[in-house]
């Protein structure tokens, strides 16, 4: 079921660790901690929506379960008191895979959170100690058990372009993140933030971050593993706003991110049935003109370039990422 979220960020709170990438200060835009009170603005803002249905307030950023207890429990007792089954149904939360054991587990359950999202980042250790992550692959295993175990939805959140990493290790990790069944993933490019480890690796030259377009050929792969998993993405690049611009250094940061991967699967898919070079149509499902076409014709552009003219055109019967190609000549 799709959620209409209440997003509150606890920036860099509780973070045992200094991940080699974040700055989480940049990252949610915001340097205060959030209080009980800022937890009962938003959701009163948000219950003014008339047409409000199934939302979860949603606490990310930080570790959420490694955050100082009084604290945390105040922040999870403010939106606990809210949740009505009809307007608002649950509380989800991000954390890390080594924040989780069963006393917190039965905290969470007994205070309302229906979804539990773990950092998983990459389940390579060489790569997870190489950014500083201070946790291993098997702490994400037996969290993500602990917390089915619970009842939890369950979501992972990798990214891709960390330092060590390459575009194989990223296939290996979604391939470890499908064998543990979340219900969930988030699959976030690698950036560089101002002020972080990253950023002095990137300086001295010993990091070299993806391009958007690097970034961009490896997530539309993985975007195709999760989807034939059955794994729902919810997330594909980082969000815009929020800071992120304005700390950004380098690294894969693009506010279509998503739709760039998804031209990309588009556009691979229609060269894998092209044949001689002539007039063609493309079908695509409904709604995905825009994507398979690419971001300003970049795919209309360059299959002209290899002598491919083609002309794009919606179809019922086709599926996300489907794509039928028929000679003009031969489609009536
Ligand atoms: S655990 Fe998360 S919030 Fe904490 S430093 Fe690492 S990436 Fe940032």
Redesign the pocket.
Known sequence: MKHTTIALFVP?KG?P???S??N?KSISGESRSITAADVEAAVETAKQNPYLKNAEIAFF???FTAIDRGYMLSLLEAAQKYIDSVKICGIRIST?PDAVDDEICGILKSHGVTAVEL?AQSMSDKVLMMNK?GHTAADVESAIDLLKKYGFETGLQMMTGLYGSDKNESIVTASKIIDLKPDTVRIYPTVVMENTELADLYYKGIYRPQTVDEAAEICAELILMFESAGIRIIRVGLHSGGGVEQGRIAGAFHPAFKEICESKIYLKETESQLAAKGEYTVYVPKGALSQAIGQKKSNLIYLAGKGYSCRFKESDSLVKYQVLVKEMKYDT
């Open positions: 860099h973070c660790h200094q991940c990438f974040c989480q950023g930080g570790s890390r950092g992550r």
